[in-house]
C-alpha cells in the first residue's frame, strides 16, 4: 500500500519550497540574501527545486565585510556561475570609504553591526521588494518570533510587537512603496535539520564547515581564525589546531572549534551530539541579552 | 505501526500561572533539547532572581519587553526532535487580549495542549482555548491537568476535572480528546513517568505526542490544487515548451492521466505529468510542492484551482464566514477589503455581523455587532468574483481565509468558511 505522508524533511523542504514560490509570486525583485553560509546555501538550493526547470529567478545578493574567508568567496563566485544568477555585491569597504558608516573601535571592535547599513543601502539602490534570509526560528530568542514574511518599514527597521499574523500558510505580502519584506522559507528548520537535508541532497558547501588544519588564537571561549585583519593582544597566541566550522560569517568573530569532523556523515553525527548552540561560537550575539532583537530592530538580517 | 519521522505541530495556549512555560521548560529539558550554552544562561539568571534550582520556563523567555513584563505577547515557535518524531511547538499566551495569536498558533496545529490547574479546575480560561481549538478544528486535543503535586496527586482531583470538562465540551466539535495527570514543575508523565499515580494507566505527554495517529490529518478525499505560479522557461531550448502549473497540494491525491476541471474556467483536461527537481512522480497528496503539466494548452493563471470534475469546490460569492478580528482598528462596516483565499485573491466586504460569540461564556449575542480586535463573530461576506470554497469542517486548507485592509496593507481578519 501507499503511504500518503511526508516524513519531516520532506514536509519541511516541500513548506520552503511553496514559501520562495508566494515570494516570486506576490513581489516584483526578491533577491537571495546570500552569505555563503550553509542555511542560505540550502535556500539557494531550494530556490532551484522550486522552479526548476527555470532558472532561479532571484539575484543572490551578498554583503561582503570586507573580512572574509577566501574560501567562501570562492564559492560564491562558483556558484553563481554554475547557476547563472544575477550577483549583487554590497560593500561595507565602500560605505566606510564614503562615510556612511564609521569602523567601531576598541578591543573587540568588528565590522558586523555595519553590515545593516551596506545592506539597506543596497536593497535601496537595487529596488528590492523581497530579501529572502536563512534565517531560522530556532537560532536565537528573537528569531523565534520571525514570521515567514517579514514586514520592514522605510527605514527598513522591523517592529516585532506589530507584526502581522500569519495564520496557515496564507503570507501578506502587501507594501507600500519604499518598504520591504524578508522571507525565510526555513523558519522551521533547526541546525540538526540543515545538516540532515545537506547530507540527504548532497548539497556542496564552502570547504570551512569540514576539520581542518587552521591557525587559531583562543578568545571569548572559541577559536578565531588567523588572519590579515587579526590583531593579537597580549597574552594571546597563535595554535595550529584541526578545527571547523559552525556558522560562517565575517572571519573576525567567527570562532571554530576542535573537531575531526571531514565528512558531512561525521559532521551531521557530531551536531547531533553537541551541547553548545551554534551560535554560542559568534561572539556578535554575546554582546548582550538582547543583541540579535536589536539588531534585528534596526534593519539586520 | 509508529508513524516514525513525522513533523508534528502542536499549540500550547496558557499563561505563566497555569504552568505552560515550565511544562514547555520540562519537554525540552527531559527531551535533552536543551543546549549547555541556555543551560548555564539560564541557571545565571535563575540564581540572580533567587530561585532554587533552575526556573525551566526561563528557556522560553522571548523579547525584551516579555522578559521585562514576564508574559508572552506574541507566538514563539520551539523545536524539539526524539526518535520518533520532529516537534514544532506553537508557543501562545493565554489571556483573552490575546486571543489572535492562539488562533494563529491553532491555524497550523495537530494538536493542542490546554493546561488546567488542578487546583482551580475548569474555569473560564480553560473553555475559551478547547472552543478555539474547535473552531479550528484541531484535530487532537490533549488536557493536561497540571500541578497534581499541589492535591496531593489525587485521582478524585484528575476524575472531577475530566468530568467537568466532558459537561462544557460536547458540544464541541474535536474528535480526538485526552487527559493526563501531570506535574510540570516535578516532571510527572511529562517525559517520564510519574511514580507518584499509579492509578493512571495512560502514557505520559511526550508519548502521547509521538504516537498521535496524525496521518489523516490532511484531507486525502477532496483533490484541490491551487496554482501558485507557472513555470515557463525563457531562453533554455530544451525546456522551452514546458509549461508547469506550480502549487503545494492543499487536499486529495492526484495522478498522471487523472481527468480534471481548472476552476473557475470549467475547463477540463488530462494531468500529463506531475515534476519535481528529481524527476516525475506518480502521486502527488498534501502538502506537497510540485508541478502538474496538462495535456491541452489552457490559460491558467495564479489563483486558479485545478480538481476532480466529480469533486469540485462551490464557487461562490456569498459565504459565511466564523472571522477573527486580529486588529486594533475595528470593522469598518460595508467597508472593502482584500480577501485571500488559497492563492487566490479578490475584493470582499462583511455585508452583515450575524452574532457575536461571548468568548468567556460561549453564548452569542446578537444584539452587540462590532466587530473588535479578539472579537469572534460569525458574518457574511460577499466577493467581486467567485472563490472556490469548501467548508473550513471538511477542508482546513480551503475553508480559510483572511482580510487585508488596503488603506494599511495590515492582516485584519481570519475567518472559516462555515
Known sequence: ?301 | MLDNNQLLRFTTAGSVDDGKSTLIGRLLYDSKSIFEDQLEAVENTSKRKGHEGVDLALFTDGLRDEREQGITIDVAYRYFTTPKRKFIIADTPGHIQYTRNMVTGASTANAAIILVDARHGVIEQTKRHSFIASLLQIPHVIVCINKMDLVDYSEEAFIKVIEKYEEFSSKMLVKDVRFIPISALNGDNVVNRSTNMDWYQGAPLLHTLETLHISSDYNKVDARFPVQTILRPQSDDSNRDYRGYAGRVASGIFRPGDEVTIMPSGFNSRIKSIDTFEGSVEQAFAPMSVSIVLEDDIDISRGDMIVRPNNKPEALQDIEVMLCWLHNKPARPRAKYSIRHTTNEQTAMIQEVIYKIDIDSLERNHEDKELGMNDICKVKIRTTKPLMIDSYRENRATGSIILIDNTTNETVAAGMIV
Open chain 1, 1 to 301: 500500500m501507499s503511504k500518503y505522508y511526508l516524513n519531516y524533511l520532506d514536509e519541511l523542504e516541500s513548506e520552503a519550497i511553496y514559501v520562495l514560490r508566494e515570494v516570486w509570486a506576490q513581489f516584483q525583485n526578491p533577491v537571495i540574501l546570500f552569505s555563503g553560509g550553509k542555511d542560505s546555501i540550502v535556500v539557494t538550493h531550494l530556490a532551484r527545486k522550486a522552479f526548476y526547470p527555470c532558472k532561479i529567478p532571484f539575484a543572490l545578493m551578498h554583503v561582503d565585510t570586507g573580512h572574509n574567508f577566501p574560501e567562501t568567496i570562492q564559492f560564491r563566485d562558483d556558484l553563481v556561475k554554475e547557476l547563472g544568477v544575477k550577483l549583487i555585491v554590497g560593500s561595507v569597504q565602500k560605505s566606510i570609504d564614503q562615510g556612511r558608516v564609521a569602523e567601531e573601535r576598541g578591543k573587540n571592535a568588528t565590522r558586523n553591526a555595519l553590515q545593516t547599513t551596506t545592506l539597506l543601502d543596497a536593497i535601496e539602490e537595487h529596488r528590492v521588494d523581497c530579501a529572502i534570509g536563512g534565517g531560522r526560528r530556532d537560532e536565537e530568542k528573537a528569531r523565534a518570533k520571525e514570521r515567514f514574511f517579514s514586514h520592514r518599514d522605510d527605514f527598513g527597521q522591523w517592529d516585532p510587537k506589530n507584526q502581522r499574523p500569519e495564520l496557515w500558510n496564507l503570507f501578506n505580502g502587501k507594501h507600500f512603496e519604499g518598504e520591504h519584506f524578508r522571507a525565510f522559507p526555513i523558519s522551521n528548520w533547526t541546525e540538526m535539520d540543515v545538516w540532515n537535508y545537506i547530507k540527504k541532497e548532497t548539497i556542496s558547501i564552502p570547504s570551512l564547515y569540514f576539520a581542518h588544519q587552521r591557525e587559531v588564537v583562543w578568545r571569548q571561549n572559541s577559536w578565531i581564525p588567523n588572519s590579515e585583519f587579526l590583531k593579537l593582544e597580549e597574552n594571546e597566541e597563535i595554535h595550529l589546531k584541526k578545527i571547523r566550522f559552525r556558522t560562517l560569517g565575517d572571519i573576525t568573530i567567527t570562532g571554530g572549534i576542535e573537531s575531526d569532523a571531514d565528512t558531512v556523515e561525521k559532521i551531521a553525527l557530531e551536531v547531533s551530539a553537541m551541547r553548545q548552540t551554534e551560535r554560542g561560537n559568534r561572539s556578535d550575539d554575546k554582546r548582550s541579552e538582547t543583541s540579535m532583537e536589536d539588531r534585528k530592530r534596526q534593519g539586520y538580517f
